[in-house]
């Protein structure tokens, strides 16, 4: 079985600064891509940025220039570095992996964290 466990969400201050990770853990065969998705009050679930697993980037124009993904394959980990925070990143962030699990070989799977809440607020 598969688990992502996310970390580091918080309250913060606007202009604040806050860095989530992601560690996947479990029968794990590969790691495909990586990245965070966020669901703000009353609204839809959103990619905010996506890793490969030869680390090309993909970010949501809202957060290009501000917020960083980056990963650590050795660690299965998948990490997001936000800056300047405001307001409207208020959400509920989801890590979201692409994985092959040892037992389903080589069939690729979704697997989404349990969801960290951040609030960015004065």
């Known amino acids: 079985q598969v688990q992502l466990v996310e970390s580091g969400g918080g309250l913060v201050q606007p202009g604040g600064s806050l860095r989530l990770s992601c560690a996947a853990s479990g029968s794990i065969f590969s790691i495909y891509t990586m990245g965070w998705y966020r669901q703000g009050p009353g609204k839809q679930r959103e990619l905010v940025a996506s890793i490969t697993s030869g680390g090309s980037t993909n970010y949501a124009d809202s957060v290009k220039g501000r917020f960083t993904i980056s990963r650590d394959n050795a660690r299965n980990t998948v990490y997001l570095q936000m800056n300047s925070l405001k307001p409207e990143d208020t959400a509920v962030y989801y890590c979201?992996?692409?994985?092959?699990?040892?037992?389903?070989?080589?069939?690729?799977?979704?697997?989404w964290g349990q969801g960290t809440q951040v609030t960015v607020s004065s």
């Open positions: 979201n992996a692409e994985i092959v699990d040892i037992h389903t070989i080589p069939r690729r799977q979704n697997y």
